[in-house]
């Protein structure tokens, strides 16, 4: 399409005259600016003009170089003209680089009053147009790149899903505003959702060909029943693909999930991410989601009819793959062993030699909660072989005789130990029987012999407390090194202000069964993402000797022979080493007592915590029972 424009100009110079040159290359300037902003509407009102950009009319462009020819006769007194050559630079992903870059010719003509206008043409503007065809950018997605164990099989991989909602095209053409809100309103009923009105009225404000999603779910799920589907107008199944877990539950907390990328995430990309992109939402997902997303390509192609033409294109880069340190076979029975628990409840296995996490399983009632990594919970009782370890490095040895008396009263509060504690352990016994028993008031009796600093010292010796350097979550606890007396006599026993998740309490076991320091590591490969380790300059004061580990497992292996923690005595496989806890959390209403318990058996270390579990081995002790089971057959 060609078009006079008139483009300033207007200044009644006549033609063969110094100030024509001015106002042809003032006109020509005039052109490039009109048709980089696009705002073309006032100008062209007496033209039907269509600018066969799809979806490119909006996206940021300059003229970047201009340059203009002298004016020149088109013929014998003929009106005069000068050449333009436009040079372009277009941001196709809206990230502030200037991706596409070309050079357009126009001509700018002097009319029979001397004024210079601009003749619009398309081509003018982008390369092919002008012919009768249009531009088209389109983004090419990435294959967005799996998680793998540690083995290197595929954990989280795009698995096939149901897409479902209202799909507005599948609607017959004389259907009413109230019939398509009331099968809104029936499909929400369908999937369960808690608010159909909302849903209906997201249906209704969406375009009269927009797909709402209502959900996601597995082909293989029968979570939404989809025969119903067929009787609700307008509703659908898409089958697609989404980068999945084994099972909904299997590691959610901390894989997360992956979805279409939200407004906000778009917007906050800065044009790395786009509408329809699937982008990680949560948990590792979301921490590595850069790394697994790759990178889009570009493509401008130029359309003529049934012919089409690459004019510009970038390739796309895949997602890569990122490997964790997960057992497959392990998580599994984690998971297993949690499923029937509804308090809030997680479970954490490293493998002592590597440091390698095995296992980060939550159940059910964690609502979603990554309790296993980030709980910040006193330990109770799994915290007294820090305690342990202390009184060892204070001169104390396994057979020394301790006081374990019906109760402790420290500066006038009184501490008893757990209900149903045995009689027949009350009196003087050995801290090796006090360690079994789990007499609270034996170890705050020997308090005295103690500082906060010691106490400190030997967390940190039992890798308590370490700084890591990763990127994913993770919380190795707390020990304060300042304390009252009354506080130091609550620490010894793993309450007060001593915190902890299950995973600090596992790299206690780890370190216990390999003699050091154990460093928690989740992600193997690739190497640029791979874990750092613990903090520089982080290591303990005084690091665990071989005599003090030696003497630590066989506390735990007595738990297990002789004290509260008998229950795993018939697990197969090698001896199993352990420590029972109880931890009393909240107040009046709120007030419960948290079951803990640590473990080891051969290069497997594992803690387990159930809120609310109660006093002694009962729940948190059945939960590593059957995972130490399992992981045996």
Sequence with gaps: MIAALGLGACTGNQPGTEPDRAEHERAAHRLAEVLASGETESLWTDVDLTIPLTNLADLPRRVIAIEIGEPRTLADDGPRAADVVLEWAWDLDEDGAEDWTYTTQAQVTEDQDGNWQAAYDEAALAEGLGMGGELRLTRPEPERGDIRDGGGVPIVTGRPVYRVGIDKTALPDDVEDEEIHAAAVALAEVVGLDDPVGYAERVMAAGPRAFVEIITVRQESDEVPLAELESIPGAVALPDELPLAPTASWARPLLGRAGEATAEIIEA??????????????????????????????????????????????????????????????????????????????????????????????????????????????????????????????????????????????????????????????????????????????????????????????????????????????YTGTVPTEMTDTELAASLIGQGDILASPLAMAVVAATIQAGEVVTPRLVLEPDDLADGGAAAGDAPAQPLSAEEAQTLAAFMRAVVEEGTATLLADVPGEPVHAKTGSAEAGEGEDYRVDSWMIAYQGDLAVAALVQGGGHGAGAAGSVVESFLEDVNR
């Excluded at 493509?299 to 890569?320: A, K, M, N, P, W």
């Excluded at 609270?440 to 030997?458: G, M």
């Design 269 to 474: 990309s800065e044009g790395a991410v786009g509408p329809g992109d699937v982008v990680g939402l949560s948990g590792l997902q979301h921490t590595y989601d850069a790394h697994l997303r790759g990178t889009p390509g570009l493509v401008v192609t130029f359309s003529h009819g049934d012919e089409s033409e690459v004019l510009y294109e970038e390739e796309t880069t895949d997602g890569g793959d990122l490997q964790l340190t997960l057992a497959t076979a392990m998580q599994t029975a984690a998971e297993h062993a949690l499923e029937t628990q509804e308090a809030p409840a997680g479970l954490v296995a490293i493998r002592p030699s590597t440091g390698e996490v095995l296992a980060v399983a939550n159940g059910p009632g964690t609502e979603g909660q990554n309790l296993a990594m980030l709980a910040t919970l006193a330990p109770g009782s799994t915290f007294k072989m820090v305690t342990a370890l202390a009184l060892l490095r204070a001169g104390f040895a396994a057979d020394d005789v301790v006081s374990c008396t019906q109760v402790a009263t420290v500066s006038g509060r009184t501490i008893r130990n757990y209900p149903g504690y045995p009689s027949a352990y009350v009196g003087d016994i050995t801290l090796t029987e006090a360690l079994a028993q789990s007499c609270n008031s034996a170890l705050i009796n020997a308090r005295d012999q103690l500082t906060p600093q010691q106490l400190a010292d030997a967390a940190a010796s039992l890798g308590l407390g370490q700084a890591l350097r990763v990127d994913w979550p993770a």
